[in-house]
């Protein structure tokens, strides 16, 4: 009889925020498969989780892939996580999860913590129709998401780094008109947490001087 597949959400921030079944569930699998398991082991260690920990992460994951689904084969009992929030949004899971489709093996997606829905929330712009677009490409094909977004009607939600939110902001503001709706919210659930709300110029002007740390969520009105 084959294993299953859990995965299991992790606080961003506030380790209150993990689940009693997610918990349960880390204490209870044969192994855990971690983004970067030294940003995990923490987190498990809080918690009195003891396992055995194997990474999986972006630039091991199609190789990993193969080794995990013969475990799974062999009947054993593995959950996913991330460094934060939930498997497969904006981090490594999706191939895991087709292969195990694909081979028939059962899974089981726990509710849980993820960055965006707070900041959709916290940025009082629509949220009965959004977009979750993530990070955006680096270099190739920027342009052209950009200009694919000019039409969208629905709120737009985007993962940055601090390092480029400027340069992120100024792009949407270039090609969405400076005056467009938007919020930034970065360090949510963390003691630091701030979400600035405004036109994107406005945005823009008050992360010129203001610290940039921690993981960012910049969300746009629609047209």
């Known amino acids: 009889m084959s294993g299953k597949l859990f ?6 921030g506030n380790l209150e925020d993990i689940t009693f079944r997610a918990v349960r569930i880390l204490k209870e699998v044969d192994l855990i498969l971690a983004e970067d398991t030294r ?3 923490p987190l498990l260690k809080h918690f009195g989780i003891d396992k055995k920990i194997f990474s999986h992460h972006q630039h091991n994951e199609h190789k990993s892939v193969t080794e995990v689904i013969r475990f799974l084969k062999e009947g054993k009992q593995i959950a996913l996580i991330s460094d934060a929030g ?3 949004i904006s981090d490594p899971g999706f191939l895991l999860v087709r292969e195990a489709i694909r081979n028939d093996i059962p899974l089981e997606c726990l509710p849980g913590p993820t960055a965006f829905v707070p900041a959709l929330v916290d940025s009082g712009l629509a949220a009965d129709r959004f ?4 990070f955006l490409p680096v ?6 998401r950009m200009k ?3 039409n969208e009607s629905r709120t737009m939600i985007f993962y940055e ?3 480029r939110l400027l340069k992120t ?3 949407l503001a270039q090609y969405l008109g400076t005056d467009r709706q938007a919020s930034v919210s970065r360090e949510l659930s963390k003691m630091f947490e701030e979400t600035v709300r405004g036109t994107l110029e406005e945005i823009k002007l008050h992360f010129e001087t203001h610290t940039l740390k921690g993981e960012i969520v910049i969300c746009v009105a629609g047209k």
């Open 7 to 12: 995965l299991v959400p992790t606080p961003i």
């Open 39 to 41: 940003t995990s082991a």
């Open 86 to 88: 939930t498997p497969a």
């Open 131 to 134: 977009t979750f677009e993530g």
């Open 139 to 144: 270099k190739k094909g920027r342009q052209t």
């Open 148 to 150: 694919e977004l000019v």
């Open 161 to 163: 780094s601090p390092h």
């Open 169 to 171: 902001l100024e792009e």
